[in-house]
């Protein structure tokens, strides 16, 4: 009975909670008047305030990492400042950035001027609204840093670009370009590099890339002249980029064979500069040279971010491996940031590994505007040779004997002759072992060799070994140490001379106890 009792109360019990949901389900249900707390109203409004307020505090500490550096002459001051410029530019708005120029420039009235001129009007002021005065006293009426000043500006030259306002954009960044060319300062070299990159961007937006063609040249020579690493590398893409927009290989070429990328620079711009490179080897046919380029260029591409970046790179690298005859990791297409972008180039490996050329053909056709997009579309049409290899190696492994009539139709060739060249041709480069009898008009496959008694063993281990050198001498140069890390073990002048004079005395010492040691 105790038991019956008990399921009872839980039927009553569920039977009142169903009840219970029903009547919400009800009440939600039906439309009401709801009235938002006055709390909750005036934290929705503070948060864009205090966003803007937390954006203001951001640039002032940079300012201040961009001061420290130019009195310190530190420049990796300036780095942490650069570092921080994306996740400040997302942050970027009218509001902020009117208040960072009033801020700042409190002694140069015209550039504040002309600055706060490509902004609209800040909303009116209002209760509890953000007061930002970052230079007071005697601050205030001191001339700012060229370092701090093109800062600003780029901020602004950003904000634009990123509203797409690009004519707005280009007329700042042209007037921060002059302010910035008759300027001499290795402080202001990190800065300047920056601002050289996002000039070009505006141009190209506005499709005037041609137009700073020579600009850049000129920044150039005097980056090189100067020694400036940072600017030579930013410099050097830019042109790059620039001539690969207007498909001028030729003088791609003549300029990476002619310049030297310099070392020190960072490893974004490697990234830019292998990928580049790479693109103009596999353009000139030195496909082994462009994957060793493009693996590089992966390698020194940001892990965690850059995905459209290393999307770009995987697309040319897996075709430059099939127009090498090698087949790409299928664990490339499964990456999750890269499967849906590679999927017609997944396609497109299986058709070159089957050697189906038909559906090479209907990949082609089907993603042929996409292949354009990517740049990829000449390197894919030379694929249609290595496709039909791949199916006359296939033949070859599968027939000791077949008719070169049959081939044609397996390969959908128009005529047995055209399927004898391209046998011969084979044969000549060495992708089969056999030979054609022109009389009867078929081929007979030739016993396969032991591969181990050729030379490929050697050169697949060669490959590998080379690879694994180049990996460590990279990883070594990549290296970085604190700035003057290598003062901390050595001693001072007082300390040496007090060694020295330790040295000596230990050594008249030694002198008088060997004469003592006489009669």
Same mark, same amino acid.
């Given at each position: ?116 001129? !490509? ?54 960044? #042209? ?157 490339? !297409? ?71 009539? #049959?081939?044609? =139709? ?7 002759? #055209? ?38 063993? =050697?050169?697949? !281990? ?40 330790? #040295? ?16």
């Amino acid at each position: 009975m105790k038991e019956t009792s008990s399921k009872r109360r839980e039927r009553a019990g569920g039977r009142d909670k169903s009840n219970k949901e029903q009547k919400e389900a009800k009440s939600a249900t039906e439309p009401q008047d709801v009235e938002m707390p006055e709390e909750e109203a005036a934290n929705a409004a503070k948060q864009p305030k205090e966003l803007d307020s937390l954006t203001l505090e951001d640039i002032k500490e940079h300012v201040k990492q961009i001061e420290k550096a130019v009195s310190g002459k530190e420049p990796r001051f300036v780095l942490r400042a650069l570092r921080a410029l994306p996740s400040t530019s997302r942050r970027l708005n009218t509001n902020v950035l009117h208040k960072a120029l009033t801020g700042f420039f409190t002694s140069n009235a015209t550039t504040r001027e002309f600055l706060l001129g !490509f902004l609209e009007e800040p909303m009116e002021t209002a209760e509890g609204d953000i007061q930002f005065r970052p230079r007071t006293g005697k601050a205030a009426a001191a001339p700012l840093l060229p370092e701090v000043e093109t800062y600003l500006q780029l901020l602004l030259v950003i904000h634009l670009t990123n509203s797409k306002r690009y004519t707005e954009a280009q007329k700042v960044s #042209d007037e921060l370009m002059q302010k910035v060319s008759s300027k001499n300062r290795r402080a202001l070299d990190l800065v300047v590099a920056k601002c050289y990159y996002y000039h070009a961007r505006v141009y190209e937006f506005l499709k005037q890339l041609d137009t700073i063609r020579s600009f850049l040249h000129t920044r150039l020579r005097t980056a090189t002249l100067r020694h400036d690493a940072d600017g030579q590398a930013v410099l050097l893409n830019l042109l790059l980029r620039n001539y690969l927009h207007f498909n001028l290989y030729d003088q791609a070429e003549k300029l990476v064979s002619k310049s030297v990328f310099p070392e020190l620079a960072n490893n974004n711009e490697w990234a830019r500069y292998l990928y580049y490179t790479g693109r103009i080897k596999a353009i000139q046919l030195e496909y082994t040279e462009a994957r060793r380029t493009l693996t590089n260029a992966l390698r020194k591409a940001p892990q965690h971010t850059a995905v459209g970046f290393k999307q770009t790179v995987h697309k040319l690298l897996i075709v430059v491996e099939l127009l090498l005859g090698e087949i790409p990791d299928r664990l490339q !297409f499964r990456q999750p940031s890269l499967k849906r972008s590679l999927m017609p180039y997944f396609l497109l490996t299986q058709a070159v590994r089957t050697g189906n050329l038909a559906k090479f053909n209907q990949v082609l056709e089907q993603f042929g505007e996409k292949f354009q997009t990517d740049g990829t579309y000449t390197l894919i049409i030379r694929l249609r040779h290595n496709v039909i290899k791949t199916g006359v190696r296939m033949i070859s492994l599968s027939y000791s004997r077949i008719s070169l009539a #049959d081939i044609a =139709q397996k390969l959908q060739l128009d005529s047995p002759e #055209d399927a004898e060249f391209i046998v011969a041709k084979a044969i000549r480069d060495g992708v089969i072992e056999a030979s054609i009898n022109h009389e009867k008009g078929f081929v007979q496959s030739k016993e396969t060799m032991d591969i181990y008694g050729t030379r490929e063993p =050697q050169l697949a !281990f060669h490959q590998r070994i080379s690879f694994c050198l180049d990996l460590h001498n990279m990883s070594v140069k990549a290296m970085r140490f604190p700035p003057k890390a290598y003062n901390k073990d050595l001693e001072s002048a007082e300390e040496r001379r007090e060694r020295e004079q330790q #040295d000596l005395e230990f050594a008249k010492e030694m002198a008088e106890d060997d004469d003592d040691s006489f009669p």
